[in-house]
């Protein structure tokens, strides 16, 4: 399918032909000569050579040399005719008009020739600029290219507009060999060259791209077309090269030169996404080193802490009778459950960031929730003063209720370690327009600087080090809040310590079937 813009071009040219200049030419002279028979009464005939020479010009900027000089070859023949005596007859009574003719006639030729010139010229002027205006679009096209597909495409596009013809970039490879770059798979005629199966074709791509010059020979596959071979030099190296098959009548100085300009456009488009894809490989690897060396830190301390404590205790065990036995394994307990709780969340986190959270929605009640978190927690809690604040109204929520749980849980783990004993921490829910808000107070020290950066991954405060943990229980309730839609804060409170808080969306609860309703039915 054509483009638009060719086809209004078609139908705005439709009724040129090559005869239509002569035509109106013609027209012209005879409509001048009709014109100027009023003025000999008053006007000398050799100053009404002006106007035919004025017409030759008018001729000349909208047609070719052809017609403008048949205009002035028309006029010259029409002057002798109707304006010098004896009129009515191309006999000539006084030899210096024959002057005239001749100093008409070169003029007529001349001016013709000059402004054809003109013409063609201003024509050219303006096939650039048009030409220039679709590059600087395509450079900023190329610039936005986020992978080198789409820059197989915008060349593709351009080149179909801009010459007719196709385009296909060979692309240099990690292991230094060339490969077609996003071929069209399943249609032949859309491919500029044949496969690495020809024996020909290899030669031709290496010969560009070692020696660097551009190649142009007959399209073999396409008759009427001229196959151009051009080296892809980017800034760093010679990346590839650009082969189009272009049909012969489009291909002028102007598009040869402008396909050099082309082909270094799509070179450096595709060296920056090398050298983008290289630079987030490599920081892929350092943020996956780093995350390995934060691990095997956090690991080395606080997994080998309770090992120690455990070993020493079980020791311990063995010489112990009567009530120090009992408070070894409950010690040797506590130490086991902090233990599974690390490798839990290091789990749940890998689980978490590898893969999308699944979650298993359902209208819950947020006490009983509440309530099951804190009976988790039950001796973790003991030693501080609990306070819960729950709307009577509070309705119920759509929710995975193991997650969120968990997220209950992990905030208020967290408010009982940064809390001292007997200090307060408070459950308060509170309706909001659209969701419902969750927030866990403690009383204690205020958290220092950025509260935003505890939420991610191994990040602890600089003097919490004698206080268990990995950094990344947190992390873990962002990830699970943020997929149900909702939103966890943390700030600090004026009276002295921290809140963290997250909100539910609200949505319309299912509407219940009441015992009437189904006897009913």
């Not at 054809?116 to 190329?142: K, N, P, V």
């Not at 597909?149 to 507009?161: G, I, K, N, P, T």
């Not at 031709?204 to 396409?222: A, F, I, N, S, Y």
Request: glycine share 8%; hydrophobic share 45%.
């Amino acid at each position: 399918m054509e483009h638009p813009e060719s086809l209004l071009r078609a139908v705005s040219h439709g009724w040129r032909t090559p005869f239509t200049g002569y035509a109106v030419a013609t027209l012209g002279v005879g409509l001048l000569t009709a014109l100027s028979q009023p003025l000999r009464q008053w006007v000398e005939p050799t100053n009404l050579v002006m106007l035919y020479l004025l017409l030759v010009v008018g001729v000349a900027l909208r047609y070719s040399r052809g017609p403008a000089a048949w205009s002035a070859v028309l006029g010259v023949l029409a002057f002798d005719y109707f304006h010098v005596p004896p009129r009515l007859s191309f006999a000539v009574g006084d030899v210096q008009y024959l002057l005239t003719f001749a100093v008409m006639l070169l003029v007529g030729l001349v001016l013709a020739e000059m402004m054809a010139r003109l013409r063609q010229r201003a024509e050219e002027a303006a096939a650039g600029e048009r030409s220039t205006s679709r590059q600087y679009a395509l450079a900023r096209e190329l610039a936005g290219a986020i992978d080198m597909s789409q820059v197989q495409r915008l060349l593709a596009a351009f080149m179909h507009e801009e010459v007719g013809g196709l385009a296909e970039v060979w692309w240099v490879n990690s292991r230094e060999g060339l490969h077609r770059l996003a071929p069209v798979a399943g249609e032949d005629e859309q491919t500029v060259l044949p496969g690495q199966g020809e024996t020909l074709i290899p030669a031709l791509l290496e010969t560009v791209l070692r020696e660097g010059g551009p190649h142009e020979q007959d399209d073999l596959m396409r008759s009427t077309h001229r196959l151009l071979l051009l080296p892809l030099d980017a800034p760093m190296r010679r990346r590839g090269v650009l082969a189009v098959s272009a049909p012969v009548v489009r291909l002028g100085r102007a598009q040869r030169s402008q396909l050099g300009a082309v082909a270094l456009l799509v070179a450096i488009a595709l060296e920056r996404l090398h050298y983008v894809k290289v630079a987030q490989q490599a920081t892929l690897d350092m943020e996956r080193e780093r995350l390995r060396s934060t691990i095997l830190s956090a690991l080395s301390h606080d997994i080998r802490t309770p090992l120690t404590i455990m070993v020493g205790q079980a020791d311990a065990l063995l010489d112990a009778d009567g009530e120090h036995a009992r408070t070894l394994v409950l010690a040797l307990r506590e130490q086991t459950m902090r233990m599974s709780e690390l490798v839990n969340n290091l789990l749940d986190m890998a689980r978490l960031q590898s893969s999308q959270v699944a979650l298993r929605r359902d209208w819950q009640s947020l006490e009983e929730i509440v309530g099951a978190a804190i009976a988790h927690l039950g001796e973790r809690l003991a030693r501080h003063t609990l306070e819960v604040v729950l709307p009577e109204d509070l309705p119920l929520v759509e929710f995975d209720a193991v997650l969120i749980e968990r997220v209950l849980c992990n905030l208020l783990e967290n408010a009982a370690k940064f809390s001292p004993e007997d200090g307060l921490i408070r459950i308060v829910a509170e309706l909001q327009t659209h969701a419902v808000r969750i927030a866990v107070e403690n009383s204690g020290v205020n958290l220092p600087g950025n509260a935003e950066r505890f939420f991610e991954p191994f990040v602890r405060g600089d003097d919490v080090a004698t206080v268990p943990g990995l950094g990344l229980g947190l992390s873990i309730c962002k990830i699970i809040v943020e997929a149900h839609g909702g939103v966890l804060s943390a700030g600090n409170r004026s009276e002295g310590g921290a809140w963290f808080a997250f909100t539910l969306p609200r949505t319309p609860p299912p509407q219940l079937e009441t015992e009437e309703s189904v006897t009913n039915e």
